[in-house]
C-alpha cells in the first residue's frame, strides 16, 4: 500500500491549494481516510475525514473552508482549501485505515510522506 500526496506549496492568505493523495495497492472507495496536518513541536491534528459509512467530517477550524473528496476512477484522495489562513501551514499528510476514520491519527495503517502548505499573511 503506497499513499502519495502532491499539490502542496506556498500562497498568500486568501488564496486556495488543493492536496491530492493517490493510492496504490488498495481502493481508496472502500477505505475510510483522513487528512491531517502537523507543525514542529505540536501533535499530528485531523482536519478531514471520509468514511463510506458515515460520510465526511471536518475540524471546527476548517469547516466551511475546506473539502475532502474522492475521486474512485482515479483512486485518489483530494483536499479542496479556500480561504486559506497562516495558521493553515503545515505539513498536510493523508492516512486510510480499515476501520470506521476518526480524528485519532493512532487509528491510520496507512500514510503518505506529507507536503507542505505555507500560508503567507
Known amino acids: 500500500v503506497q499513499l502519495v500526496e502532491s499539490g502542496g506549496g506556498s500562497v498568500q492568505a486568501g488564496g486556495s491549494l488543493k492536496l491530492s493523495c493517490a493510492g496504490s495497492?488498495?481502493?481508496?472507495?472502500?477505505?475510510?481516510m483522513c487528512w491531517f496536518r502537523q507543525v514542529p513541536g505540536k501533535e499530528r491534528e485531523g482536519v478531514a475525514i471520509?468514511?463510506?459509512?458515515?460520510?465526511?467530517s471536518y475540524a471546527y477550524s476548517v469547516e466551511g473552508r475546506f473539502t475532502i473528496s474522492k475521486d474512485n476512477a482515479k483512486n485518489t484522495l483530494y483536499l479542496q482549501m479556500n480561504s486559506l489562513k497562516p495558521e493553515d501551514t503545515a505539513m498536510y499528510y493523508c492516512?486510510?485505515?480499515?476501520?470506521?476514520?476518526?480524528?485519532?491519527?493512532?487509528?491510520?495503517?496507512?500514510w503518505g510522506q506529507g507536503t507542505q502548505v505555507t500560508v503567507s499573511s
Open positions: 492516512a486510510a485505515t480499515g476501520a470506521t476514520a476518526t480524528f485519532d491519527f493512532e487509528e491510520y495503517e496507512y
Open positions: 495497492g488498495y481502493t481508496v472507495s472502500n477505505q475510510s
Open positions: 471520509t468514511d463510506s459509512e458515515f460520510g465526511t
